[in-house]
């Protein structure tokens, strides 16, 4: 009979390569990750691992394990979720993990619903970027990640993981409240001779910056950069440069800029809440759930 520790522990090293990072993610030292892991070796009684400097490729036993491992956990996770679910008792610590405009614009509404329903239910917020959130919520630290995606960004698909999507929201070109442009939807090459500004943080909201305006038909120049949004608007409002921004950034704020829809190219991102793979009974889970799809239809 094969460890579900051990396979889960084989999972996380697919997917952060090495031991250190591994152990690092689970919460262990890396003694602990290395003994089980060779324990694991030998319940199977076949090599998992190629060493490469100090990373560790798996072999293609190790590979087949992995994909078990996910049907293995899933399965464990909707057991649980199953058994818990017979009690209909909305109850405990409900951990999340949320990237700043979801943690401003979703989240605080959802925790005020489920506070109201259910009294007895503790809600624990962290701000993550999606990738740590993802990573978390894959280790067992969170229960729930709210995450994005560019449409211009390939995205990959996790089998650990389900999602559903909240919020489909544009981006939207942030400019000076003085540049002159056309009226109506703007097309992104008109703003090809202007400075831009982006996000610091979000590597992925840089990264379709950079294809939207390739596609329009120029590089743009970057010339700040920031991680908080009150910043970059705040110099767009003092004629420093353009941006682009979702639509979730604009909750609350109050700035002099003009706000315009880009005609060409398309260009949005998806907000979508993640748990893993079997867990979304749980009720806890199921009512944070509920309470944020609630929240997400009040500000489509």
Same mark, same amino acid.
């Given at each position: 009979? $094969?460890?579900?520790?051990?396979?889960?522990?084989?999972?996380?090293?697919?997917?952060?390569?090495?031991?250190?990072?591994?152990?690092?993610?689970?919460?262990?030292?890396?003694?602990?990750?290395?003994?089980?892991?060779?324990? $694991?070796?030998?319940?199977?009684?076949?090599?998992?691992?190629?060493?490469?400097?100090?990373?560790?490729?798996?072999?293609?036993?190790?590979?087949?394990?992995?994909?078990?491992?996910?049907?293995?956990?899933?399965?464990?996770?909707?057991?649980?979720?199953?058994?818990?679910?017979?009690?209909?008792?909305?109850?405990?610590?409900?951990?999340?993990?949320?990237?700043?405009?979801?943690?401003?614009?979703?989240?605080?509404?959802?925790?005020?619903?489920?506070?109201?329903?259910?009294?007895?239910?503790?809600?624990?917020?962290?701000?993550?970027?999606?990738?740590?959130?993802?990573?978390?919520?894959?280790?067992?630290?969170?229960?729930?990640?709210?995450?994005?995606?560019?449409?211009?960004?390939?995205?990959?698909?996790?089998?650990?993981?389900?999602?559903?999507?909240?919020?489909? !929201?544009?981006? $939207?070109?942030?400019?000076?409240?003085?540049?002159?442009?056309? =009226?109506?939807?703007?097309?992104?090459?008109?703003?090809?001779?202007?400075?831009?500004?982006?996000?610091?943080?979000?590597?992925?909201?840089?990264?379709?910056? !950079?294809?939207?305006? =390739?596609?329009?038909?120029?590089?743009?120049?970057?010339?700040?950069?920031?991680?908080?949004?009150?910043?970059?608007?705040?110099?767009? !409002?003092?004629?420093?440069?353009?941006?682009?921004?979702?639509?979730?950034?604009?909750?609350?704020?109050?700035?002099?800029?003009?706000?315009?829809?880009?005609?060409?190219?398309?260009?949005?991102?998806?907000?979508?809440?993640?748990?893993?793979?079997?867990?979304?009974?749980?009720?806890?889970?199921?009512?944070?759930?509920?309470?944020?799809?609630?929240?997400?239809? =009040?500000?489509?």
């Amino acid at each position: 009979m $094969l460890d579900v520790h051990r396979l889960r522990l084989l999972r996380e090293l697919s997917r952060h390569g090495t031991i250190a990072a591994t152990a690092r993610v689970c919460s262990l030292t890396p003694s602990a990750v290395s003994q089980q892991l060779s324990l $694991l070796e030998k319940d199977v009684r076949t090599p998992l691992f190629i060493r490469d400097g100090r990373r560790l490729i798996l072999t293609q036993a190790a590979e087949v394990l992995v994909e078990h491992a996910e049907e293995v956990l899933a399965a464990l996770e909707r057991a649980s979720a199953g058994v818990a679910a017979l009690t209909a008792t909305v109850r405990g610590v409900l951990r999340i993990a949320a990237f700043p405009t979801a943690a401003r614009a979703l989240v605080p509404g959802a925790i005020a619903r489920c506070r109201a329903e259910h009294p007895d239910l503790r809600v624990q917020l962290t701000e993550r970027s999606v990738t740590e959130a993802i990573t978390d919520l894959k280790a067992g630290h969170v229960d729930l990640a709210l995450i994005y995606e560019y449409n211009l960004l390939p995205a990959v698909r996790d089998p650990g993981v389900e999602s559903d999507l909240l919020v489909r !929201e544009p981006l $939207l070109a942030a400019l000076p409240a003085t540049l002159p442009v056309p =009226g109506g939807p703007l097309r992104l090459d008109v703003l090809a001779g202007q400075p831009w500004i982006a996000a610091a943080s979000d590597d992925e909201l840089r990264k379709m910056l !950079e294809r939207a305006c =390739g596609l329009a038909g120029f590089a743009p120049r970057l010339d700040f950069t920031s991680s908080d949004y009150t910043v970059i608007f705040a110099l767009v !409002e003092a004629g420093l440069g353009v941006s682009l921004v979702p639509r979730l950034a604009l909750e609350s704020m109050s700035t002099d800029i003009q706000l315009r829809p880009v005609a060409e190219p398309d260009l949005d991102r998806t907000v979508s809440v993640a748990v893993r793979a079997g867990s979304r009974r749980h009720p806890p889970i199921a009512a944070f759930l509920s309470a944020l799809h609630d929240v997400a239809e =009040g500000i489509q």
